[in-house]
Nanobody, 122 residues
């Protein structure tokens, strides 16, 4: 079973930064659209950001626009989520996912990671 691996989560104070990484040894991510999702306790999973494979177009949820940046490093086969100006409401488990489609704004992703915890608290 294909597995994506997230890393980079942790505890950070409000206003701080974290960079999440998503990689896999089983897929060549340059050919996949990749998304970041998050789920906070008691809440539904929500889409945070995604990057399309065909042209690198990026999309962001309104709640993170201007603070988060998604990027893809093809030689390292890794997708990053740079998170700045973090707020307590960003606290959640963050998941990356991949789909073999040219555009990332789709309803279903085929491959998922196990998630990494991000906690924003003073």
């Amino acid at each position: 079973q294909v597995q994506l691996v997230e890393s980079g989560g942790g505890l950070v104070q409000p206003g701080g930064s974290l960079r999440l990484s998503c990689t896999t040894s089983e897929l060549t991510l340059r050919y996949y659209s990749v998304g970041w999702f998050r789920q906070a306790p008691g809440k539904e999973r929500e889409a945070v950001s995604c990057i399309s494979s065909i042209d690198g177009t990026t999309h962001y949820a309104d709640s993170v626009k201007g603070r988060f940046t998604i990027s893809k490093n093809i030689p390292k086969n890794t997708v990053y989520l740079q998170m700045n100006s973090l707020k307590p409401e960003d606290t959640a488990v963050y998941y990356c996912a991949a789909v073999y489609l040219p555009h990332c704004l789709v309803n279903q992703y085929d491959y998922w990671g196990q998630g990494t915890q991000v906690t924003v608290s003073s």
